[in-house]
């Protein structure tokens, strides 16, 4: 997955968070000498940034390292492998990086300006399909002076790009491992972030050590790190309560989420921590199938769903519904959807279709991914199918695939409607916009808009304060409502579980809801 996290609105969009632990001191005693082992039900779809924009990010953040980044506690991306980063000019056209001294990649090759030139060009040269060469729209050209100074020319202004390139899709790969024209594939990374990855197996586990030569913000308080991935959160959780995992990151279930904040039997010793999510789930109507292509079935669906219902129902509280593609806490939110269509209505959903000759119930399948949101998104989907067959007016059928299937399914445009979620890639209404629309749609479907494309977007990465792009965001969301291609369901809570005496939970998440794994220690028991 996948960006796919303005700046006043980070702290709600560092929405995730994370506890973390399990028990007892290390053999050493010593902080530094401490192993976290964290659980999660969102497992790569690769180790290769070039074809990274989605959960994968989750493990890259840790094991590269990217020009910028998100210290913990800050809201704007700061230097990591650079020293300095700034835009040369008033138009917001050219920024220049100067490196950090003597960096280099875990196989010993040096990390210069023009290994930084290398990685950022093989992301648009690879151009993987649903990858974040999207990203990269604005760049035009990368320039290097000497071994430490890299230019990076825009083909236009843009405001957010020192965001991007604190993404993890942006992450710098060592030359020499990594093929200019296709992605790495053996299962092995070389990278200069603060973990190494020692060993990796797909679906199961990954080890991370703290990497001796790293150079960069990240303040490491542990030495060690496995990820282990679960494929049902029941499983993750019973691992947890039997200690072999310290911390739980994405995936619990909202039953498990108050099962948890119950304290009953069995949950001694395990905390739970919430914070307000910037991430989203949203239905994509594909425009050549056609049933979905017809913008009366698409308005008719925005009039039946209810979102009350379904986070009631399905996610107990621990979600809440959204009427925008802009969440809440993010400048540029509004409740569009809602100001369009109001409650759920079938009466007039009905009157939609009847008008565009419509008279049979819609025959409709709709997809989702069974392994990258959690276990809650086959009851949601089942609901919608409620919702929408009790109404009369459809026919649904549902169909689900493991993530790398389904992603391999929407980018080729064999769904014609499927279920989506969005973390986002940085603090800011453009990442919750741009991803969706034009040719390269993160979807997998291209939406164009010209109005959004041409003359908003360009608009609000003109202004470099990113609190004055209200008005154009307000308007792109109305073009949303107008066309119906996207629909919003619901806006995150975000909760982990972990034992009682692991700390630096609070301080794990940055802006992209990406966990910082190098937060996480084990506390000392008296």
Same mark, same amino acid.
């Given at each position: 997955m996948f960006?796919?996290?303005? %700046?006043?609105? /980070?702290?709600?969009?560092?929405?995730?968070? %994370? &506890?973390?632990?399990?028990?007892?001191?290390?053999?050493s005693g010593s902080e530094e000498n401490q192993k976290i082992t964290v659980g999660t039900t969102s497992s790569p779809s690769t180790l290769d940034p070039a074809a990274a924009w989605d959960g994968s990010w989750e493990l890259m953040r840790n094991i590269y390292q990217t020009l910028m980044s998100?210290?913990?506690?800050?809201?704007?991306? $700061?230097?990591?492998?650079?020293?300095?980063?700034?835009?040369?000019?008033?138009?917001?056209?050219?920024?220049?990086?100067? &490196?950090?001294?003597?960096l280099k990649f875990s196989n010993g090759e040096k990390l210069d /300006?023009?290994?930084? +030139?290398?990685?950022?060009?093989?992301?648009?040269?690879?151009? =993987?399909?649903?990858?974040?060469?999207?990203?990269?729209?604005? *760049?035009?050209? #990368?320039?290097? +002076?000497?071994?430490?100074?890299? #230019?990076?020319?825009? @083909?236009?202004?843009d405001a957010t790009f020192p965001f991007i390139l604190a993404t993890p899709a942006m992450s710098l790969v060592?030359?020499?491992?990594?093929?200019?024209?296709? #992605?790495?594939?053996?299962?092995?990374?070389?990278?200069?972030?603060?973990? %190494?990855? @020692?060993?990796?197996?797909?679906?199961?586990? !990954?080890?991370l050590t703290k990497n001796p030569d790293y150079k960069g913000f990240a303040n490491r308080k542990n030495n060690a790190v496995t990820i282990k991935y679960f494929e049902k959160s029941a499983q993750m959780v019973a691992a947890l309560k039997d200690k072999e995992i310290d911390a739980t990151y994405r995936g %619990?279930? /909202? $039953?498990?989420?108050?099962? *948890?904040?119950?304290?009953?039997?069995? @949950?001694?010793?395990?905390? #739970?921590?919430?914070?307000?999510?910037?991430?989203?789930? =949203?239905?994509?109507? @594909?425009?050549?199938?056609?049933? !979905?292509?017809?913008?009366?079935?698409r308005k008719a669906i925005a009039h039946v769903v209810d979102r009350d219902a379904l986070? !009631?129902?399905?996610?107990?509280?621990?979600?809440?519904?959204?009427?925008?593609?802009?969440?809440?806490?993010?400048?540029?939110?509004?409740?569009?959807? =809602?100001?369009?269509?109001?409650?759920?209505?079938?009466?007039?959903? +009905?009157? *939609?279709?009847? $008008?565009?000759?419509?008279?049979?119930?819609?025959?409709?399948?709709?997809?989702?991914?069974?392994d990258r949101y959690g276990s809650s998104t086959q009851p949601e989907f089942e609901e919608l199918e409620r919702q929408l067959e009790d109404s009369g007016l459809f026919d649904i059928t549902l169909e689900s695939a493991p993530w790398k299937t389904?992603?391999?399914?929407?980018?080729?445009?064999?769904y014609p409607v499927f279920g989506r979620g969005w973390f986002p890639d940085f603090p800011d209404p453009d990442n919750f916009i741009a991803p969706f629309v034009g040719e390269e749609s993160v979807t997998g479907t291209p939406y164009r808009n010209k109005e959004i494309t041409q003359k908003l977007i360009p608009a609000t990465r003109q202004e470099s304060d990113r609190g004055a792009v209200s008005r154009q965001f307000e308007r792109a969301q109305q073009i949303l409502v107008e066309d119906v291609r996207l629909l919003p369901l619901w806006q995150g809570k975000l909760y982990v579980a972990s034992a009682e005496d692991v700390g630096g939970g609070e301080r794990a998440l940055d802006p992209q809801t990406v966990m910082q794994m190098w937060e996480l220690y084990r506390k000392a028991s008296w």
């Open positions: 960006y796919r996290a303005s %700046l006043q609105a /980070a702290a709600a969009l560092a929405s995730l968070s %994370l &506890l973390a632990g399990c028990g007892l001191l290390s053999d998100f210290p913990t506690g800050s809201t704007s991306p $700061e230097p990591d492998a650079a020293d300095t980063c700034t835009f040369t000019d008033a138009t917001s056209m050219a920024y220049r990086c100067t &490196l950090k001294k003597n /300006a023009q290994a930084v +030139k290398y990685s950022i060009d093989r992301v648009v040269d690879i151009h =993987f399909k649903g990858g974040p060469a999207g990203l990269l729209g604005s *760049l035009d050209r #990368i320039e290097t +002076k000497g071994d430490d100074t890299v #230019i990076f020319h825009l @083909n236009k202004s060592a030359p020499g491992d990594y093929p200019k024209d296709k #992605i790495r594939d053996d299962g092995k990374v070389t990278g200069s972030g603060p973990y %190494l990855l @020692n060993s990796y197996e797909t679906g199961v586990s !990954a080890e %619990l279930t /909202a $039953e498990e989420v108050v099962g *948890l904040e119950d304290k009953k039997e069995g @949950n001694d010793g395990l905390q #739970i921590v919430e914070t307000t999510g910037a991430d989203i789930r =949203f239905l994509v109507f @594909n425009p050549k199938d056609p049933a !979905a292509s017809k913008p009366a079935v986070v !009631a129902k399905v996610y107990r509280g621990t979600a809440e519904p959204l009427y925008s593609m802009i969440p809440k806490g993010i400048s540029g939110h509004t409740t569009s959807f =809602f100001d369009t269509f109001g409650d759920p209505n079938v009466k007039k959903a +009905k009157e *939609l279709l009847t $008008e565009a000759g419509i008279t049979e119930p819609v025959k409709m399948t709709f997809w989702y991914t069974t389904f992603q391999e399914g929407f980018t080729q445009g064999q």
